[in-house]
């Protein structure tokens, strides 16, 4: 994952320089940023959460709550949160038009959505089970508020994904750009997209609830007992 943080700098960087023939060096920059926070380190974390839950050198289901997911989705999303708000702000310092084109809005409207999105996960609620501090939690009992946030938090990511390829798309048409810069955009984009179909395909998708815990999410909420019971992993079941 590290290495994913590196090259996306060193594109960003080279795409900030073919553009800089075209634009102003505070365009160029404005592009650097976001094509490095929504092209490369945005949509990684979100692929790290959804697909690596679970890692090919655990021994799940008797290993669970493994938090290598949790590291990278975490640094990912904030590191590029703060390089997009400061792409925006570049482009406010230098006297943008605003909301004057379909880029712009649809720009502030993403960079909304992604400030929402972190919003959001500080109110996810508590945790609980059999390795947090006590057994109740949101998430163990799969709540009204877990569920709310659950229904909410994935899609509305996804979503916001693809307005932001929207946005750098438009972005780079609405600069005139060197075709090279549409053509490392695509490719960046064609990258993340093969990437969710090899690994969707390839059943590295794992529930959160059973990464964490080993089981799936009672449809009913057990009782006390059922609960501490059901916390011990079966042996079944293995991710290729």
Not at 34 to 51: D, F, K
Not at 65 to 89: E, K, P, S, V
Not at 94 to 109: D, K, N, P, Q, V
Request: charged residues 15%; positive net charge; proline residues 5%.
């Amino acid at each position: 994952m590290a290495l994913i943080a590196v090259a996306g700098a060193i594109c960003a960087a080279c795409l900030g320089d073919a553009a800089a023939g075209a634009l102003s060096p505070a365009h160029a920059l404005h592009a650097g940023l976001m094509i490095y926070a929504w092209g490369i380190l945005l949509p990684a974390g979100t692929i790290v959460a959804r697909y690596f839950k679970v890692t090919r050198d655990q021994d799940f289901p008797r290993e669970t709550d493994n938090r290598f997911w949790w590291t990278w989705h975490r640094l990912f999303q904030t590191l590029g949160m703060m390089l997009a708000t400061t792409g925006a702000l570049v482009m406010h310092a230098a006297g943008s038009s605003g909301f004057a084109s379909w880029h712009s809005r649809i720009g502030a409207s993403v960079l909304l959505l992604g400030w929402l999105q972190i919003a959001a996960a500080l109110l996810r609620g508590t945790m609980g089970g059999p390795t947090d501090t006590t057994l109740r939690g949101d998430h163990y009992d799969m709540t009204p508020r877990r569920l709310i946030f659950e229904a909410l938090h994935k899609p509305i990511g996804w979503i916001t994904l693809g307005l932001a390829a929207a946005a750098l798309a438009s972005g780079v048409v609405l600069a005139d750009a060197p075709e090279l810069v549409m053509m490392a955009l695509g490719l960046i984009i064609g990258a993340h997209l093969l990437a969710i179909f090899q690994f969707a395909h390839g059943g590295r998708w794992v529930d959160t609830y059973r990464a964490l815990w080993g089981h799936p999410a009672p449809a009913r909420k057990p009782s006390m007992e059922a609960r501490v019971t059901m916390s011990t992993p079966d042996q079944s079941g293995s991710i290729s």
